[in-house]
C-alpha cells in the first residue's frame, strides 16, 4: 500500500493511493496514519479495505508528512562511506545517532524555510523507515519484522549551525520543514529488499547525489536492532538512514549552499519523488 495524509497543514486527512493511482480517503476507516495505525493489525485493516469503495479524492490536494504525530524523529550521520570521506571523517564503528526535532517533518513538496541566519544551508536524500511495532532490544534478525514501511526523506541541514555553533548536530537539523517526508509511506511488503534502492537528487535540474542504499555501511536491520538497544522505538517512530555522496559541503572545488528560490528535487526507487523550493523564513 502507499498510505498518505492529504489536505491543508494541520487539517491532514488519512488516505491511500489505488492501484491506478487515484488517491481514496481513509477518514472513515482510521483517525490518522498514526501510532497503532502502523502494527500489522493496523495495516492488516487497511490492506482488507476495497480501494475501489473508497471516496475518490477530486484534484491534487497537499500531501503532508505521511506520519501523524510521530513519537520521535531519529536520524542516522555519516552512513555511506564514500560520503564519510568528502566531509572528511572517519567511517563510524557504530552508527552515528542524532536527533531531528518533530516540528521538522513536513510534506514531500512543501517549501523548505532557510532560517534566520543560515549560511550554509544543504540537502541530504536518505531512506526513512517507520516503526510499526514496539521494538526494545531486538535481534537484527527480528528487525525488519518491526517496520511497517519506508519512505523518501530529505534531511535538510544547516552545516553552520550543525558543526560550527558548538554542541550537538541537532540544532542544525530541527529548523521547521528540515525533514520533508514522503511523498507517502510504502509498506514493507510493497518495497521487497530494502537494500536495493537507488537514490538521487538535483538542484535547479542539476544532478548531485547519486547513490544507492545498497551502499549503506549500516542496513536498516542494523540500525533498527542497534537503536532498540539505545531506546524503545515505537509505533510511528520516524528513522531517516544517512544519505549519498553529494552534498554541498562536500563539493569541489569549494562548497555550495542553497539559497532562498533554489528548487530542490529527489526521489527512491520505488517510493517516489519530492520537490520543494527553498524560501526565506
Known amino acids: 500500500m502507499k498510505l498518505v495524509r492529504y489536505g491543508a497543514i494541520g487539517s491532514e486527512k488519512p488516505g491511500l493511493i489505488d492501484a491506478s493511482g487515484q488517491l481514496r480517503d481513509l477518514s472513515g476507516q482510521i483517525g490518522d496514519l498514526a501510532g497503532d495505525a502502523f502494527s500489522p493489525a493496523g495495516l492488516a485493516k487497511l490492506a482488507a479495505l476495497d480501494a475501489a469503495k473508497l471516496p475518490a479524492v477530486s484534484g491534487s490536494p497537499r500531501l503532508g508528512s505521511p506520519v501523524g504525530g510521530a513519537p520521535k524523529f531519529i536520524a542516522i550521520g555519516l552512513n555511506f562511506a564514500d560520503h564519510a570521506a568528502e566531509s572528511g571523517l572517519p567511517i563510524p564503528g557504530e552508527p552515528v545517532v542524532f536527533m531531528k526535532a518533530n516540528n521538522a517533518l513536513c510534506g514531500a513538496n512543501d517549501d523548505v524555510e532557510k532560517p534566520r541566519g543560515s549560511t550554509k544551508l544543504d540537502w541530504e536524500v536518505e531512506l526513512a523507515l517507520v ?27 544547516e552545516r553552520n549551525f550543525q558543526i560550527e555553533r ?116
Open 131 to 157: 516503526i510499526g511495532t514496539r521494538a526494545k532490544y531486538v535481534s537484527e534478525a527480528d528487525a525488519l519484522k518491526h517496520v511497517a514501511g519506508y519512505a523518501v526523506c530529505n534531511d535538510v541541514s
Open 166 to 281: 558548538g554542541g550537538n548536530w541537532t540544532k542544525g537539523k530541527s529548523h521547521d520543514t528540515f525533514g520533508p517526508l514522503g511523498p507517502w509511506l510504502v509498506t514493507a511488503d510493497e518495497v521487497g529488499d530494502v537494500q536495493k534502492l537507488d537514490m538521487w537528487l538535483d538542484v535547479n535540474g542539476q544532478r548531485r547525489q547519486t547513490g544507492s542504499t545498497a551502499t549503506m555501511i549500516f542496513n536498516v536491520a542494523q540500525i533498527v536492532s542497534y537503536l532498540s538497544g539505545m531506546m524503545t522505538l515505537m509505533p510511528g517512530d520516524v528513522i531517516t538512514t544517512g544519505t549519498p555522496p553529494g552534498v554541498g559541503m562536500g563539493m569541489k572545488p569549494q562548497p555550495q549552499f542553497l539559497n532562498a528560490g533554489d528548487v530542490m528535487t529527489l526521489g527512491i526507487a520505488k517510493l517516489g519523488e519530492q520537490r520543494q523550493k527553498v524560501v526565506a523564513a
